[in-house]
């Protein structure tokens, strides 16, 4: 009996052990997973191309970037290249769009508006390897029109700022983290 008991025991602790594999969740913290190579120390950050209609997009973009680089890693950010980068970060605006969300029932003005923006980027090692891409970003800012004609603001400038403020700040999470 006891060679059962044994087997038993064993057999339910193999079972356990398994059922315990097969049900987690794979959680983890943030930070902790960072994919770039430990020999990374220089990231060239060249002005992102701009493919929309909207005047100086790619350089905000670009400048944002830098700055959320800059505050939040300890990478060397260079913007001429000078041959001394571990990695290029390149980038693409390749969509802008600004739609009405809302219209003002007494006049008939927009009221809301929403500007959308698609970007490509990608983080290429000195070889050409491609460390990190996302060919397929898209934001979304929503922003309210002025009602008042005489103290007109046009607010379209400052929406496309906080969305590259907001994407500067994905950008570099994603890069930074594996998820």
Known sequence: MTKRRR???LSAGCIALLL????????HTAGN????????????????????NIYGLGQTLTED????????TNYRIV????????????GTV???????????????????????????????????????????YLYREQY?????????FEEEEPAVTRVANSF???LVSDILEAY
């Open 33 to 52: 997973a960072v994919r770039l190579p430990s020999d990374l120390h220089t990231i060239y950050v060249p002005a992102f191309a701009n493919a929309t």
């Open 94 to 136: 390749t969509y802008s769009s600004i739609a009405p969300l809302t219209y003002d029932s007494r006049t008939g003005r927009v009221s809301s508006a929403m500007v959308m923006l698609g970007f490509s980027a990608s983080l290429k090692g000195q070889k050409g390897k491609v460390l990190w891409e996302n060919p397929n």
């Open 65 to 72: 970037v830098i700055r959320e680089l800059r505050s939040r």
């Open 79 to 90: 913007t001429v290249n000078d041959g001394t980068a571990d990695a290029t970060l390149t």
């Open 168 to 170: 500067s700040k994905t």
């Open 7 to 9: 087997l038993r025991g």
């Open 20 to 27: 315990l594999a097969a049900t987690s969740c794979g959680y």
């Open 144 to 152: 309210q029109v002025s009602r008042d004609v005489a103290s007109f």
